[in-house]
């Protein structure tokens, strides 16, 4: 059995899956402010699973991470740093334990059940802030970026500004006072996609992916504003930029616990 851990800034979700990736069981419970009470309530939460020997975990952390260490640098919602989470999990689960950062395990998963023959995917998650991964061969790049939303400063109302701070799901909120899937008027989706069109760009330009997938709580509402995003990035193609498909995720708001099954199973199979 695999265990997934989706670590997020108000919730953890567990789930147990087969090693054929079935789904057994998943539980939720609200995330902890306190690190040391995260681990408390994993260690009695995980029973809650019916499963009591896993073969391998994977986590899903919503931040930076350092990878050989196995430790957190910072993370966007919770105020844990430093702190030693792959090995303090390990101890807990009791069986061999990878730790990856959020957005990366959920291009994973897309990555996985996309159709077509891509060998570079960008995958870009739209929710309370922005992330990405890129998928070479159906691996995680991790020399690339854990926070995109963080990563790309852009030019936005005359000033050099985040690009989350004006292109993420909470921004949104902020702007027009109602949530992505509230949204229906196509003006306003007009000026939602050209903020997410500008660092789009950038990543195509700087990444060279052969596909871009949307997911997140925006990305879940691909249907309404999709055309008009690939409208907007293809104003910017060059002869020398090439824009790439761009597709809706297949699991926008889901694809970070499948994305822990696949990391899981890959570890397991390269022992």
Request: proline residues 3%; charged residues 25%; contains cysteine.
């Amino acid at each position: 059995m695999i265990l997934g851990i989706d670590i997020g800034g108000t919730k953890t979700l567990l789930a147990a899956f087969n090693i054929e990736g079935e789904l057994k069981n998943t539980y939720k419970f609200p995330t902890p402010n306190n690190y040391e009470d995260f681990l408390s309530q994993l260690k009695s939460n995980i029973t809650q699973l019916g499963v009591h020997d896993f073969d391998a975990c994977s986590v899903g952390v919503p931040g930076v991470l350092d990878r050989l260490n196995g430790s957190i640098i910072g993370l966007g919602n919770l105020p844990w740093k430093g702190e030693k989470i792959e090995s303090d999990i390990e101890k807990i689960v009791k069986c061999p334990t990878k730790i990856e950062n959020d957005a990366k395990l959920a291009g994973l998963y897309e990555a996985n059940v996309l159709d077509g023959d891509f060998l570079r995917i960008l995958y870009l998650t739209f929710s309370t802030g922005i992330g990405f991964s890129l998928i070479v061969e159906g691996k995680i790049d991790t020399s690339v970026s854990d926070e995109g939303g963080h990563g790309v400063f852009l030019e936005h109302n005359g000033k050099v500004t985040m690009w989350e701070k004006f292109a993420s799901g909470k921004a949104i909120v902020a702007k027009y006072g109602k949530k992505a899937s509230e949204i229906e008027s196509r003006q306003i989706w007009k000026e939602i996609v050209h903020n997410m069109t500008i660092g789009i760009i950038n990543l195509n330009t700087i990444l060279s992916p052969d596909i871009i997938l949307i997911g997140g709580g925006v990305g879940a509402n691909f249907h309404k504003f999709g055309d008009l995003l690939v409208e907007d990035v293809h104003r910017y193609e060059t002869p020398l930029t090439k824009i790439p498909p761009i597709r809706g995720a297949k699991h926008a708001e889901e694809a970070v616990i499948y994305g822990c099954y696949y990391l899981a199973k890959d570890f397991i199979q390269n022992r």
